[in-house]
C-alpha cells in the first residue's frame, strides 16, 4: 500500500528528484527475492520427498529428448559451471543422466537421461503443473497473468541493464559494474 502511495506520489511529477525513505520490501527486488526463496523451499522440500533437489529437478526438465550439451545446460538453467559439475555427477550417480559424445561433433558431451531420468522428470513436471494449478486458483487468473506479465516485462528490461540505471548514479569505482 505504502509503495503505491509513493508511485502514485512520483507518476504526479515528471522528474523524481527524491523518492524519500523507502522500505526494502517496497521495492521489486526484495519481493522477487523473497518469494522466490520461498517457492523454491517449497519445491525443495516437495521434491526431497522423491529423493531429488531443487538443483536437480531443473537439470531434469531442461534435459532435451535428444540430449542437451552440457554447456548450455548452466546457462539455460543460470548456474554456474562449477555447481552444474557438482549436479551432473550427483544424477549420473543416481542414475538418472548418461553422458555421450554428440554423433556429429565428438569433442562435445551431450547429456541424456536414463529410463530412471525419465521417471523422475515426470514426477518433477508434475509437481510443477500442479503447484502452478494451486497458484492459479489461490491468486486468480487475471493476478497470474497481470504477474506474468510484469515478470515477462521485467526479464526483456534485464536483457539490456545499463538501461536501468539512473543517469545521476555513479559508481564507488570503475570495477563495481564490472564485477556485478
Known amino acids: 500500500m505504502r509503495a503505491q502511495k509513493n508511485i502514485q506520489k512520483l507518476c504526479a511529477h515528471s522528474i523524481i528528484v527524491y523518492i524519500g525513505r523507502m522500505n526494502a520490501s517496497d521495492t521489486i527486488d526484495f519481493q522477487l527475492r523473497w518469494g522466490w526463496s520461498k517457492l523454491a523451499r517449497l519445491y525443495s522440500s516437495m521434491a526431497e520427498h522423491n529423493g531429488i533437489s531443487l538443483s536437480v529437478g ?15 545446460l548452466g ?40 529410463d530412471e531420468g525419465l521417471v523422475a522428470r515426470k514426477q518433477i513436471k508434475e509437481l510443477v503443473i500442479e503447484l502452478n494449478a494451486r497458484l492459479h486458483e489461490l491468486l486468480g487468473e487475471e493476478a497470474v497473468a497481470q504477474l506474468l506479465e510484469g515478470l515477462s516485462k521485467l526479464n526483456e528490461l534485464l536483457e539490456a541493464p545499463e538501461q536501468l540505471i539512473p543517469t545521476n548514479w555513479a559508481p564507488l569505482n570503475d570495477n563495481t559494474l564490472a564485477s556485478s
Not at 531443473?58 to 548450455?72: D, H, N, Q, V, W
Not at 548456474?79 to 565428438?106: H, N, P, V, Y
Open 75 to 114: 546457462p539455460r538453467m543460470g548456474m554456474e559451471s562449477t555447481s552444474l559439475s557438482r549436479t551432473l555427477k550427483g544424477m549420473e550417480a543416481q542414475g538418472f543422466i548418461e553422458r555421450r559424445a554428440d554423433s556429429q561433433d565428438k569433442r562435445r558431451v551431450r547429456i541424456f537421461l536414463t
Open 58 to 72: 531443473y537439470a531434469l526438465l531442461s534435459i532435451e529428448k535428444e540430449g542437451t550439451p552440457s554447456t548450455k
